[in-house]
């Protein structure tokens, strides 16, 4: 009896950049404006000469509305694609229980066009349908895997979470940075960590960190110029 080689009873054991990029895209995002928004808003008001205690109250107003704000939409949104993918796969459904044969010519079909022979695209199509026919014609004909598939709890809730935890950062500012140095202390500590969120998400999807922390400066340094100066005008004016 012929004996396996070793590497025929190995796991699949690769790892793609495309596993983490869905779930990493949604925290660096929620994290990169709960520091952008909040730390603008903290600028804008220390600029404007409020004292520390009403920074603080502003910082945290904004947090949890930001947050709240941020679950919310991400819910919607990612809801509205939940929908969309169980309409289809109700449709998929029907019309594999009304029209099997022609669901299986249209997966061969499918697979011909990938670059298989009409006879092994056949097998191949068959042999799934066997298996999961609506698996087969989710994946290969609607695009939907179980990785990949809308979770609009999931996704509320992650925003909702990296949204505070990126505050934190502009909030921890305000507090322990002297009276007179709010704003400078929170435009520091943000801009740091705003390179640090650009440069984790270059990383995320394979890009140069560089040019993801440069990203994030440039934008980041933009919100917080601009509410400082709107800040100090308002706050000479008044």
Request: hydrophobic residues 50%; glycine residues 10%.
């Amino acid at each position: 009896m012929a004996q396996q080689h070793p590497r025929a009873r190995r796991h699949h054991s690769e790892h793609h950049r495309t596993d983490r990029v869905g779930w990493m895209r949604a925290m660096v995002l929620g994290a990169n404006d709960g520091t952008i928004s909040v730390a603008s808003l903290v600028v804008g008001i220390a600029a404007a000469g409020a004292g520390r205690s009403e920074i603080l109250l502003s910082g945290v107003a904004a947090t949890v509305a930001g947050a709240l704000s941020m679950a919310a939409g991400e819910y919607v949104s990612v809801q509205s694609q939940a929908d969309t993918e169980q309409a289809d796969l109700a449709r998929e459904r029907m019309e594999l229980h009304t029209d099997p044969a022609g669901e299986l010519i249209e997966l061969t079909d499918i697979y011909v066009e990938r670059g298989l022979e009409r006879e092994l695209a056949a097998q191949v199509a068959l042999q799934l349908m066997r298996h999961d026919p609506l698996a087969a014609h989710a994946r290969d004909e609607l695009g939907l895997t179980e990785h990949l598939r809308a979770r609009p709890v999931q996704a509320a809730l992650s925003s909702a979470a990296s949204f505070i935890l990126g505050s934190l950062v502009p909030i921890l500012a305000i507090l322990l940075a002297p009276a007179g140095r709010i704003a400078a202390a929170t435009t520091l500590t943000a801009l740091l960590v705003l390179a640090g969120l650009g440069a984790l998400a270059a990383w995320a999807g394979g890009a140069s960190l560089r040019q993801g922390a440069l990203r994030m400066l440039v934008w980041g340094a933009l919100a917080m110029g601009l509410t400082a100066a709107v800040g100090k005008l308002f706050g000479t004016t008044v």
